[in-house]
Structure formats: structure tokens, C-alpha cells
């Protein structure tokens, strides 16, 4: 059950429960829902076409591997014909569907915008900036909106999502912390390391972006998806702290059985010991600077980051004039589910929740700031 005096004392803010049935419910109220099915779940359209795809794929590839035999032509030809068939299966069944798809993207338009609207009314309630899609529609929607048989939907829903982008100098900073990364090991050098670091980010799928100030501490903070091989997507709280005063060099925070952030030029940090006792088993720090890290990483910095984290793993990074924390989590401020359209008073106050718990990190962060500011 939700407890909205608990939420309107963490965010600050009354009449918060009123607000959310006087402004959040009716730009929700209309937005398309799926057909549920008997188990009560919304069904997904798109999984049908997915679905014929993908077996139409493996049947077909499973009897042409027949024909080719076991020799360097063969394994070249079956190289070859994998991604081929696996493509051509995949857009014959959107094809074949075209009608379901065509009106899965509407759906989905509009409850993009419906979502989008009531979170940016959300914002402002809490004098903050809602940005839907940091850094604009992804580059491989804008490629196949630019295809000749790409339906022209895909196009407007490419045009949608750069009208509702932003946020361009906060993404391209946490792209350069090297927080931004999954869990491979890349054995390359310093220079390789950079450009695969730079590449996976720049591939990173990013959504829900919030912009606000908090103590005089100016911040931005989105979500990027981690996509997991048979298992759930990772999503990963991204904050973007300005600091008041340039740092004089560079500090990593990470928790345990996480690998670090990535490079950062040539510097050669240090271990650094947690100062709070009750975090010494879970978190690491290495810096350049050992005093200034611990100002920056301070004890009021750590508990909030271990009460926003729930055990998840946690990377920080803290150069120039810049902070970057990275959380990673469940999907955070999903008030409404794209896909079916599915939402509820507990999606609204979970997500008011969330936003609480961002501002909580952020207050602490601020707080470490003035500390350092008077250092």
C-alpha cells in the first residue's frame, strides 16, 4: 500500500497525493492498453512477428546446415548465411505484419508522450527538468528510418524522439568518465581501452532524463540499459554532478565484485582507504589526490549511495570540474509500460520514490562539496 506521507516527507513536498490524481491520472487515463490476456497480463504485439521470425530462422538454418560440408568453404558459407537468414526471417515476419507493427509503434507513440507528459509535470512540481530521451533517437532507429522499406512511422517516431532529446554535455561527460560500461574484460592498451570505452558508450541505449540544482550543486541524471544474455536488462542510474571548484585530480569509488571505471588519461591512482568503517567491506577507492578523495567520497556520500544502490553495484568518478555516479538497478521511472501501456497509482508513487532517492544522493553530494569548498 502506498504511503504517501512517507513519500511527501522524503521529496519535501505536500499534497503530493492529490497532485498525482489531479494532473498524473487524467494524461494517463486514456492511453492505449493492450488486450489482456487470461493470466491477467497485457499482451506484447510485437511478439508474435518476433517469434515467427526467429523460428522461421533457426528451422531454415538447421536444414540448409546439412548441405554444407565440413570443410573452410563450408564454415565460410554457413558464417555468411547465419546473418543473412537470420535478418531476411526477421524483417519478412515485420513484414508479413506490417499491420500489427505499424499499429504497436502508434500505441507506443502515444504513450510515449502520455509518459513524457506526466513525468515533465512531475518535474515541475519538484523544481526539476524532465528531458524523455538524452541525446536524441538512438543511431541505429535513425538507420533504419533512413532504409527505403522502413515504414514512415519509424521515421516520425525518430522525429519525436529528438524533439524530446537533450541533455548532450551531461551524457557526453558520463561518456568520458568510463562509467558508462558492462562487465567485459578488455586486454588491449591504454589507447585501445579508450576507444572501446568510447564506443560502448555512444552504443548505450538512454532514457529518462532529469536536470535540477539542489544546495547550489548543479546536476543531471538519466538511465542507460544494460543488456543482459538471458537474464533481465541492467538499468543504470547515471548522476552528473557540477562542481563548484575544479578538482586538482582524479578519484574512482566502486563497490565490490565490480570491475573500475574506465581510463582516465594517464594518471596513476593510488589505493585510497574508505574513511567510515561500516563501508570498508563494500566499497574501493583509488585517486590521484588522497585527501581530496576522501572529501568528495565522504561518509554522508557513501550511506546515501548504499541506500540508493540496494546491493546493486555502484561506480563513481570524480575529474575536472565534473562527479559521475553509476547505480545500477531496475528500470526506475517506468510510470507507464511502453510496450502494453499498463500503469497504476503504485507505478506513480514507485517512480516519485525513485526521484526521491536521486535527490537524496544528490543532497549528499552538494553537502561533500561545501565540505571540500571549505577544506
Known amino acids: ?67 554444407f560440408p565440413e570443410t573452410f568453404l563450408g564454415v565460410l558459407a554457413r558464417f555468411i548465411l547465419f546473418p ?73 517516431a525518430v522525429s519525436i524522439i529528438d524533439d524530446h532529446g537533450g541533455m548532450d554535455e551531461a551524457l557526453a561527460i558520463a ?11 578488455v586486454i588491449a592498451s591504454r589507447e585501445q581501452k579508450q576507444k572501446f570505452q568510447d564506443q560502448q558508450a555512444a552504443l548505450r541505449q538512454v532514457e529518462d532524463g532529469f536536470q535540477g540544482v539542489r544546495a547550489g550543486v548543479a546536476f543531471s541524471a538519466f538511465e542507460w540499459v544494460e543488456n543482459v544474455e538471458d537474464a533481465a536488462d541492467i538499468y543504470h542510474l547515471v548522476l552528473v554532478f557540477t562542481s563548484p571548484h575544479r578538482l586538482s585530480g582524479v578519484a574512482q569509488l566502486r563497490t565490490r565484485h565490480i570491475s573500475w571505471p574506465g581510463v582516465q588519461g594517464d594518471l596513476d591512482l593510488k589505493p585510497v582507504g574508505v574513511v567510515a568503517p561500516a563501508f570498508e567491506d563494500r566499497f574501493r577507492m583509488r585517486a590521484s589526490d588522497q585527501m581530496e578523495a576522501r572529501l568528495i567520497f565522504d561518509p554522508v556520500v557513501l550511506e546515501r549511495v548504499a541506500e540508493i544502490a540496494h546491493g546493486e553495484k555502484v561506480r563513481a568518478v570524480a575529474f575536472e570540474d565534473h562527479l559521475v555516479f553509476d547505480v545500477a538497478g531496475e528500470n526506475r521511472f517506468a510510470m507507464v509500460d511502453l510496450v502494453t501501456g499498463a500503469w497504476s497509482e503504485e507505478t506513480i508513487a514507485t517512480t516519485m520514490e525513485n526521484i526521491a532517492d536521486m535527490l537524496s544522493l544528490a543532497d549528499a553530494v552538494s553537502h561533500a562539496f561545501r565540505l571540500r569548498a571549505a577544506a
Open 1 to 67: 500500500m502506498t504511503d504517501w506521507n512517507q513519500i511527501e516527507h522524503r521529496l519535501g513536498v505536500t499534497g503530493l497525493e492529490a497532485f498525482a490524481q489531479r494532473e498524473i491520472t487524467p494524461m494517463l487515463a486514456d492511453l492505449p492498453l493492450e488486450d489482456t490476456k487470461k493470466n491477467g497480463r497485457y499482451a506484447n504485439r510485437l511478439e508474435l512477428p518476433m517469434t515467427v521470425g526467429f523460428f522461421g530462422f533457426g528451422a531454415a538454418f538447421f536444414v540448409l546446415n546439412f548441405f
Open 84 to 156: 543473412v537468414l537470420f535478418f531476411g526471417f526477421l524483417i519478412g515476419a515485420f513484414y508479413l505484419f506490417r499491420d500489427r507493427l505499424a499499429e504497436a509503434l502508434t500505441h507506443g507513440k502515444a504513450r510515449y508522450i502520455g509518459q513524457a507528459k506526466a513525468l515533465t509535470a512531475l518535474a515541475e512540481k519538484l523544481d526539476l527538468t524532465y528531458v524523455p530521451s538524452p541525446g536524441g533517437a538512438p543511431d541505429a532507429l535513425k538507420f533504419i528510418a533512413r532504409q527505403r522499406w522502413a515504414p514512415a512511422i519509424i521515421a516520425d
Open 175 to 185: 561518456r568520458s568518465s568510463g562509467t558508462m560500461l558492462g562487465e567485459a574484460t
